[in-house]
């Protein structure tokens, strides 16, 4: 696998990490700051979030209690200046972001979750994200209802949504509120944890929605009201949520599209401007991509620190621990074969694509990975049969030629994978003894 420069698309702070990242890094390196230091570090902090799409407000604020804080504790004339610039940063960054993570709010039998947000803004597949996580993470019972009969299309959308999940889909009655009401008796009646209301959106907000989502609120008494925002759309997102809660009082926010190509100034105005908490983010389109969002951890990676918790947690929810754990046992007895690396590849790709893990990792948001390449490796393996897989050694000229044409590759692709097999093996011997999740990685 080839690791190159410049970074691929990623988050959508990769612009603003690398731009804090630069400015944070010009002050560690001065050793000794002055007040004049200091502003001007501030003042590239403030174009930087300006031009993230931050809101200005949010800016200056963040700004002043930065400035106050790093002369008020005389952090100037310590011997580490910039080192304490950059955790005062930091934690101003986590306020910013809400300070400490908010859970769902299930306090009621059934809770009622009520979705709500502009059409677009991906309500629909939150749903399903949603109620995938309740019940795998949290083992409750859910039950969904399609209250957006102005969109027939998205009854079918969360229909199937729910097929795949094994949660029943409720869509009957003549309004979205009676659609609504119906499915609070039907959960009630068949003992599911939890209702998860999809509503309709609009293109723009208007009365007739507003009213509609009033009268649901008042008569489902929901647990929670959280808007689903696009954060591709920048400060319209900061202005529909202010919105939404003048008219609805939300209880939190759904941000979606975290994995575009956006600024991020949403999701660092978002929290300050409305005063709720954002709950969950979505980074992608498959089921599984659903975040709790953590304020510690966002404002981490956004100054290029990494994300290790969620990584690990990702890995704890995604990888199959028996098959680790025997994984390791093999290592350990140094009968590491081909079909051992393939497992490992299949592992590691459970874990969602490689940009993706490693935005978490310090220092490795801009790296670039060539994701096909693990595709190859493992249609290399793929063609090569069972004994040929457990003894690379029997290998010669005529199997890499029936393999190579077997898996759309060249004899050199083979070789090298081969190559990088023995060096792997050699690793292993080094690391005997030693315990770790995945194994080595000759693919890289």
């Known amino acids: 696998m080839q690791y190159n420069q410049p970074p691929v698309r990623s988050l959508m702070f990769n612009a603003l990490t690398e731009r804090l990242n630069s400015i944070l890094k010009q002050l560690r390196r001065r050793g000794a700051l002055t007040e004049k230091d200091l502003d001007e570090g501030l003042r590239q902090v403030r174009l930087a979030l300006l031009e993230a799409d931050v809101n200005y407000k949010v800016v200056k604020r963040f700004i002043d209690d930065i400035r106050q804080k790093a002369l008020g504790a005389q952090i100037l004339e310590s011997l580490t200046p910039g080192q304490q610039i950059v955790k005062i940063v930091r934690d101003e960054l986590v306020q910013i972001l809400g300070g400490t993570r908010a859970d769902l709010r299930l306090t009621s039998w059934p809770s009622v979750i009520l979705l709500v947000g502009l059409q677009g803004s991906g309500k629909t597949t939150m749903a399903g994200k949603l109620a995938k996580y309740l019940t795998e993470k949290l083992q409750k019972k859910v039950l969904l209802a399609a209250t957006d009969l102005q969109r027939p ?56 929605l507003m009213a509609e989502l009033v009268e649901m609120r008042q008569k489902l008494q929901p647990t929670e009201i959280l808007l689903v925002a696009d954060a591709m759309t920048g400060q319209e997102a900061v202005n529909i949520a202010q919105t939404f809660d003048q008219r609805l009082a939300l209880t939190g926010i759904i941000l979606t599209k975290l994995d575009g190509d956006a600024r991020g100034g949403a999701a660092l105005s978002m929290v300050t401007v409305t005063g709720r908490p954002i709950k969950f983010i979505g980074v992608g389109e498959k089921l599984e991509d659903l975040e709790v969002f953590h304020p510690d951890r966002m404002a981490e990676r956004i100054l290029g620190m990494g994300d290790i918790l969620s990584l690990i947690e990702e890995a704890e929810a995604r990888v199959d621990a028996k098959k680790a754990e025997e994984l390791v046992r093999r290592i350990q007895k140094e009968s590491f074969t081909l079909e051992d690396f393939r497992e490992q590849i299949q592992q590691l790709r459970r874990l969602g694509p490689l940009t993706k893990l490693l935005e978490k990792l310090p220092g490795m948001q801009k790296v670039e990975v060539d994701e096909r390449a693990l595709i190859k490796v493992e249609a290399i393996i793929n063609s090569m049969t069972p004994e040929e897989r457990r003894h690379p050694e029997i290998l010669n000229a005529s199997r890499k030629r029936r393999i190579a044409l077997g898996s759309g590759t060249q004899v050199s692709d083979v070789n090298k994978l081969l190559k990088r097999f023995e060096e792997a093996k050699k690793m292993i011997k080094h690391l005997k003894g030693k315990r770790f999740p995945l194994g080595p990685m000759p693919w890289r």
């Open 153 to 208: 299309a998205a009854i079918e959308q969360l229909k199937q949504l729910g097929a795949r999940l094994g949660s029943p889909v409720y869509a009957e009655g003549r309004t979205p509120v009676e659609v609504a009401e119906r499915a609070l008796v039907e959960a009630r009646k068949n003992s599911f944890d939890v209702l998860i209301i999809d509503t309709a959106g609009r293109l723009q907000i208007d009365e007739e």
